[in-house]
Each structure stands twice: as C-alpha cells, then as structure tokens.
C-alpha cells in the first residue's frame, strides 16, 4: 500500500529556521514533491526531488533519501507569509500511470 | 501561465441530487485530477484521466464517476450526492511528456467547496 506521513502542526518563529519532515511507503516511488497551500486557496508547487540529496531554491531547500523513504522541506529565515500548509508529495507509478499521492499536510504557523 | 479553472467556487446541493463538477484547462496538458480535502485526511484522488475518453479510478472512487469528452475538460460527477460528500473538490492537471512527468508540478484550481444537506 500507500503511506505517506508528516507532522500535524508545527509553530516557529519569525527569522528562524524551521524543517519539516515526510516519511513514505510506496511500491512505485518515481518522484517526491513539495507544496505550498495557504487558507482557502489552492496548493502551489514548491520543490521537486527524484534522486538522493538536496536540492536548494532560494529560502527553500528540500531532501530526499530514497532507501530511508525520507524527505524534508527546509525553510530559512522564515517570514510571517511563511503560515501556511506544506504538503508532502509522492508520484507513484504502481499499475502503469503515474499519480500523486497526498500526505496529509503539516500546517506551519509563524509568530513575530 | 497554466490556468485551471473550476465552474463554481461555492456550491449548496440537498441529499439525492445529481452533482456537475467542471475543470477547464488551457495548457493543452493530457493528465487531469480530481481530489478531495478534508480535514486531517489530506488531498485524496477520486479518479484521474491520462487522455480523452479515458479514466482510472483513484483512491476514493466510490460514489463518483467522470467524463472527459475533449482536452481541456474534465468533469466529476456525483449521481447521488449524500452528506459524506461535503468537500473541498481540488481538479488539477499536468503535462506529461514521455515515460513520466519529469519534474513538471500539478498545476490546482481554485476548489470547490461542496456542501450536501
């Protein structure tokens, strides 16, 4: 089956580094994602990762290790547009088509 | 700018009815998706389409059905909407070249938010 998991909630606070963890279990790994989802509006990508390591954008970076089934989503120098849901991503490709399979989403909230 | 657009943001339906939801896209993209978010559970796939005429259920099918008659469209329908159906519905699309989607993103809507009385 399918497993994806993320924490529920996490605060931090404004100018500070926060990371957000994703564990997975998928038959059919063929890329990890991150979003981005504020109150009311729609997920808007983030990052991508299909090979070990880190890839970096700007304030974001994301991780993945495949054989630990493991990524983070690193956020630098967090500012208060920073509060928001960040959802963890897998596209799987088990029965020929390839989809993405949401995790339940981690829901960040910055304080000043 | 892909944009994918959802026909109502808002909609109030009763027990029973028959429910339309549309997805239009402009991007000429073959994959489209329809979710569902709830609370706590995340976004979960109802039922996708890797081209036209084509379907493959998703995750939570039950209680859905699709149709993609052209492209750009695709749309979720509930034959008999009940309460347990009251959601944010999320329709997404992507490009697909090749063996798979590289790294190309889905590409959301804005949602509709459905609620059955």
């Known amino acids: 089956g399918q497993n994806i998991d993320q924490p529920t909630e996490m605060t931090a606070t404004e100018g500070a580094i926060v990371q957000i963890n994703c564990t997975y279990q998928?038959?059919?790994?063929?890329?990890l994602f991150w979003y981005q989802q504020h109150a009311g509006e729609a997920p808007t990508f983030l990052s991508y990762n299909v090979l070990d390591g880190l890839e970096e954008k700007g304030r974001f970076s994301s991780f993945l290790s495949r054989s630990k089934g493991y990524s983070y989503l690193l956020l630098k120098e967090l500012q208060m547009k920073d509060s928001a849901s960040y959802l963890c991503?897998?596209?799987?490709?088990?029965?020929?088509?390839?989809?993405?399979?949401f995790g339940a989403g981690t829901r960040l909230a910055v304080h000043p | 700018d892909v944009k994918v657009t959802q026909s109502s943001r808002y909609l109030v339906k009763r027990t029973g009815e028959k429910v339309f939801l549309e997805c239009v896209q402009d991007m000429d993209h073959e994959n489209m998706f329809w979710y569902r978010q709830d609370p706590g559970l995340g976004l979960r796939l109802i039922y996708f389409?890797?081209?036209?005429?084509?379907?493959e259920k998703g995750d939570i099918p039950e209680g859905y059905s699709v149709s993609r008659e052209k492209k750009e469209r695709f749309s979720l329908i509930l034959e008999s909407a009940s309460t347990n159906q009251t959601s944010m519905y999320l329709c997404a699309s992507i490009f697909m070249g090749g063996q798979g989607f590289g790294e190309s993103p889905l590409h959301f809507g804005n949602g509709t938010r459905l609620t059955v009385t």
């Open positions: 991503a897998v596209r799987d490709r088990t029965g020929g088509y390839n989809k993405l399979i």
């Open positions: 389409s890797y081209d036209v005429k084509m379907k």
């Open positions: 998928t038959s059919g790994f063929n890329g």
